[in-house]
């Protein structure tokens, strides 16, 4: 895939590992300037370190996105090192389980809602300030299959990602005229951290969970970074408030 992002500044939160780390080393791949927001400051280290052994630039900051300090610091870092920020990747995400809703614990409600919608609004607060001083900027925030449909044992989960579809949408129209576009990545089930927790790494449920995509298997992070990438470059100009799924199908049966 070649798509130039020379001269961009772009922000990955979650860029830990996963879906979020594949898609901060594409972006430095294409020529932009990347920032790694996340928790963990050992694997955010790495990622950078992979991205500057190719010979591009980025750095990490430590960052919990349910903080609006640390949300409004992640920005400002960005603009004091960067200059400026085109891109985010609003991805940093938390899962949870509940087969039985009646049982839920309040803590669960407020580690999944905090990260997943909270998390979002705030990363987008913060940089659509930036990115109005600046008349331009691309947001692209990831959705799931379970933000368009639902699935019984992930409640709260699911309820999260529509949230995160709710403000796409409405976060598109609010900006549509100010040159920011902002859209959603949905990934199916995908081989990341994410994926071992929730088939519990066994093999019996993982092949479960490709069985259900028509394609027959899992997406690999790659695949949906390709989707992230597309979105947030200068090709998809017209396009906003748009969920584009990368799920092997699943949405489309
Ligand atoms: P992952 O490898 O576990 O990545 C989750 C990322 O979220 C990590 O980088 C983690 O970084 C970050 N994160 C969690 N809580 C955070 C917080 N409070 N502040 C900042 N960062 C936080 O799993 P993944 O699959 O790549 O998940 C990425 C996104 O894809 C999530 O939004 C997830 O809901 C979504 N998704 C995944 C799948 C799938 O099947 N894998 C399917 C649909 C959607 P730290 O731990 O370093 O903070």
Do not use: C
């Not at 839920?104 to 109005?132: F, P, T």
């Amino acid at each position: 895939m070649m798509m130039n992002f020379s001269g961009k500044v772009a922000i990955v939160t979650g860029g830990t590992s996963g879906i979020g780390q594949a898609a901060a080393i594409a972006y430095a791949q294409q020529g932009a300037k990347v920032v790694i927001a996340g928790r963990r400051s050992i694997e955010g280290e790495e990622t950078v370190k992979t991205i500057k052994d190719a010979g591009k630039e980025a750095f990490f900051i430590q960052t919990d996105v349910t903080q609006e300090s640390d949300v409004k610091a992640m920005v400002d870092k960005t603009v004091e090192v960067f200059g400026r920020l085109d891109i985010a990747f609003n991805n940093a995400g938390a899962y949870g389980e509940s087969p039985s809703l009646s049982e839920q614990l309040d803590s669960e409600y407020d580690r999944i809602m905090n990260v997943n919608v909270r998390g979002v609004w705030l990363s987008m607060k913060h940089e659509i300030a930036q990115m109005q001083s600046q008349g331009n900027g691309a947001i692209v925030n990831t959705s799931s299959i379970l933000g368009v449909v639902a699935m019984p044992s992930i409640p709260l989960y699911t309820a999260s990602k529509y949230a995160v579809e709710g403000l796409t949408k409405a976060a598109a129209l609010q900006y549509a005229k100010s040159g920011i576009r902002i859209n959603a990545v949905g990934p199916g089930a995908i081989a990341t951290e994410m994926f071992e927790t929730a088939t519990g790494g066994q093999d019996e449920a993982k092949a479960d969970m490709a069985g259900i995509h028509p394609m027959g298997r899992v997406g690999q992070p790659s695949e949906v970074a390709n989707a992230v990438l597309w979105l947030s470059s200068d090709d998809a100009s017209f396009t906003t408030g748009e969920t584009l799924m990368v799920d092997g199908g699943y949405i489309a049966q």
